[in-house]
């Protein structure tokens, strides 16, 4: 079955240490997605590709980094730098239909508590 | 002011009733627009998506103006199974990049 996938689903980590997101799509899709989202609020955007080797800065980049080496795959590392990264974290893909059409699925997201 | 807001509710309504929810977004170049669904502690599924005037898809109508950049969604005869949070979102991409911005989401509670 065609999907996203995310792991782990729970990810405990000690303050000052990086811990590194799996999200894995067989798809086929082009662009993907992470974004963070807190108790009671909505999505907000940390970083997003288009394609291989190619990603940009969301809305929330800073303490987080990401790498795009193969399409299938777009890991996000949460660095020590990241102030609060205690967060549900979700990882999205996407294809495009052309003028700006396209249709996003979920992972079954990450929840990360720093302890 | 934010990319895209919603009114945050809660929406309590009975039953049957019919309830509307607005969204409106900051960048007039946006061409596409979707609400999804959110479970408590799930992830978003895709309810609709929005490209022209509107769309319609059985109990839900969600409608479009570019004019004053907001979006509508509709639910008419509400069920108990409707009671999640409607995400608004806004593709603000551009340069053949999408970029997917949620707005914080409005809570609906239908109860008997």
């Known amino acids: 079955d065609g999907g996203i996938t995310q792991s782990p689903k729970y990810l405990f980590r000690k303050e000052g240490q990086n811990v590194t997101l799996s999200c894995e799509q067989n798809l086929n899709h082009d662009a993907m997605y992470w974004y963070r989202q807190d108790p009671g609020q909505g999505l907000r955007l940390i970083y997003y590709?288009?394609?291989?080797?190619?990603?940009q800065k969301g809305d929330i980049a800073e303490g987080y980094s990401v790498s795009r080496e193969k399409k299938e795959s777009f890991p996000l590392t949460v660095t020590s730098a990241q102030k609060n990264p205690t967060a549900f974290y979700l990882c999205?893909?996407?294809?495009?239909f052309g003028q700006g059409r396209t249709e996003a699925f979920f992972g079954q997201g990450t929840r990360l508590t720093v302890v | 002011r934010k990319e895209v807001e919603q009114d945050p509710g809660p929406f309590n309504v009975p039953e049957g009733a019919t309830v509307a929810f607005n969204c409106t977004y900051s960048n007039s170049a946006s061409q596409s627009f979707f609400w999804y669904r959110q479970d408590c502690r799930k992830e978003p599924k895709l309810l609709m998506s929005?490209?022209?005037s509107g769309n319609e898809d059985g109990r839900f109508t969600a409608q479009l103006n570019r004019a004053s950049q907001y979006i509508s969604l509709l639910i008419r005869d509400s069920k108990l199974s409707d009671s999640a949070t409607y995400l608004c979102v806004v593709n603000m991409g551009s340069g053949g990049y999408n970029k997917l911005i949620f707005g914080a989401g409005t809570r609906l509670a239908v109860h008997p």
């Open positions: 999205a893909s996407s294809i495009v």
């Open positions: 929005v490209y022209s």
């Open positions: 590709s288009q394609i291989v080797n190619d990603f």
